[in-house]
């Protein structure tokens, strides 16, 4: 494996072991490395350039020369006898504001930010605690249950569906479309079923997201649930057209639902691996439960890669990244900088708020992460939660033997096995 700078020159690669098992696991070693060897390194596997610094990723995300529209490169693969309805599919994520540029990526963002208001969030909590006490009632039956799959991956589902008005027989199938379409921006899995598989998904959420959009613009006011205000949504006299409107909610679903859950269950197996900042956070649940949903984004990062495409020349501390290459900010690596952190390797709930606010987790500028306040409203309820009722709880297996997700777009535990 080669480090091909722009100049031609070769140089074998330091070993960082990237895209390997172990990387997936614990990529923090691999990182500290990167970032006083190679803090701009072209990967040559990926064909991309990969930033690991605190301040280059910051710039990276807030740099009007890169686009965050990678529709093209992620439909490049799919099979030829798919490439007609890949089309269709490239038109849905093309819908997603994630993958937009502004202008359309201001329009898109607009419509959809006073959904997200502070005052819709707190009139959210109440259902989140209760939803979390129904999860836990039930977890805490059975003695030992999996912390991802049953609370955490449940929760964020269970609001999700409730803000857009998706009725909770229907919430299983929506997940499975998510994470089919998912798929594709992860690269997981064989190419053909891979891109089969989101086509079909997109054809079925257009089916029964249609089904909501149609009841909702048949009775303005009658649905006062996210996906009525989005469909009521205007500004400067825009709203969203239906094709923008069912994209909007694969989104929400997809961007509020795995995220979230990752990043409870990141924030639950550092404090099963800190007791003494478990004990800090059961002397005081309410106060500082927020505090440790905050260093648990910054210290094991649920979103450790985030790519843009490189709309000019960049210079970046000496190397020249050429227009039009793939651009990777590795924000895990960046929230462990230690010329952005004090001590960033230590997990500390009592770490200054103005310090820990600082990570990039949930992005910068024009892409910062639009449900940011949803996310850090359900990690807090949970961690209040869990501790408050569960004071016994811990890992029923090694944490050297706890299961990773295998891949660059969402970094924690697959399952986190646990007792009470």
Not at 123 to 151: H, K, N, S, Y
Not at 335 to 356: H, L, M, Q
Request: contains cysteine; hydrophobic residues 45%.
């Amino acid at each position: 494996m080669a480090n091909r700078s722009h100049s031609g020159e070769q140089a074998e690669e330091p070993g960082y072991g990237l895209l390997t098992p172990g990387f997936f696991r614990d990529p923090y070693p691999a990182y500290a490395r990167m970032r006083d060897a190679d803090p701009v390194y072209f990967h040559e596997p990926l064909n991309a350039w990969l930033l690991s610094r605190y301040e280059d990723v910051d710039l990276l995300l807030r740099d009007r020369r890169t686009s965050a529209d990678r529709v093209g490169p992620l439909l490049a693969e799919a099979p030829p006898e798919l490439h007609e309805e890949a089309a269709l599919l490239g038109r849905f994520l093309g819908d997603w504001m994630i993958f937009a540029d502004a202008p359309e990526h201001t329009r898109l963002r607009g419509l959809m930010t006073r959904t997200f208001s502070a005052r819709a969030i707190a009139g959210l909590r109440a259902f989140t605690a209760r939803t979390c006490d129904e999860l836990l009632d039930e977890a805490a039956a059975q003695g030992e249950f999996d912390l991802i799959g049953e609370v955490a991956m449940a929760l964020p589902l269970r609001v999700i569906g409730h803000i857009l008005g998706i009725s909770p027989g229907d919430l299983d199938d929506f997940k499975q479309w998510s994470a089919d379409l998912m798929a594709v921006p992860m690269m997981s899995g064989e190419p053909k079923q891979r891109y089969a598989g989101a086509i079909a998904a997109v054809h079925c959420l257009e089916a029964l997201c249609g089904e909501l959009i149609t009841q909702r613009r048949a009775r303005p006011g009658a649905y006062p649930d996210l996906l009525g205000h989005l469909v009521a949504a205007e500004v400067d006299g825009q709203s969203l057209t239906d094709e923008e409107l069912v994209a909007c909610c694969a989104l929400i679903v997809i961007a509020g639902h795995e995220t979230t859950s990752y990043a409870i269950g990141n924030a639950v197996l550092a404090l099963l691996e800190h007791p003494e900042q478990l004990a800090a956070l059961r002397a005081d649940p309410a106060g500082r439960a927020g505090a440790a949903f905050e260093e648990g984004l910054r210290w094991n990062s649920l979103s450790g890669w985030v790519g843009r495409t490189a709309t000019a020349e960049l210079a970046v501390r000496g190397r020249l990244i050429p227009e039009g290459s793939l651009v990777f900010g590795l924000t895990g690596s960046a929230n462990r900088d230690e010329r952005a952190f004090d001590r960033p390797e230590v997990f500390d709930i009592a770490r200054p708020a103005a310090a820990t606010r600082r990570h990039l987790t949930f992005g910068h500028g024009l892409h910062m992460c639009l449900g940011a306040a949803l996310a850090r409203m359900e990690g807090g309820v949970c961690l209040e939660k869990l501790v408050t009722r569960m004071p016994g709880l811990r890992l029923r297996v090694p944490a050297a033997e706890v299961d990773w997700l295998q891949g660059l777009a969402l970094h924690g535990p697959a399952t986190l096995p646990v007792k009470v």
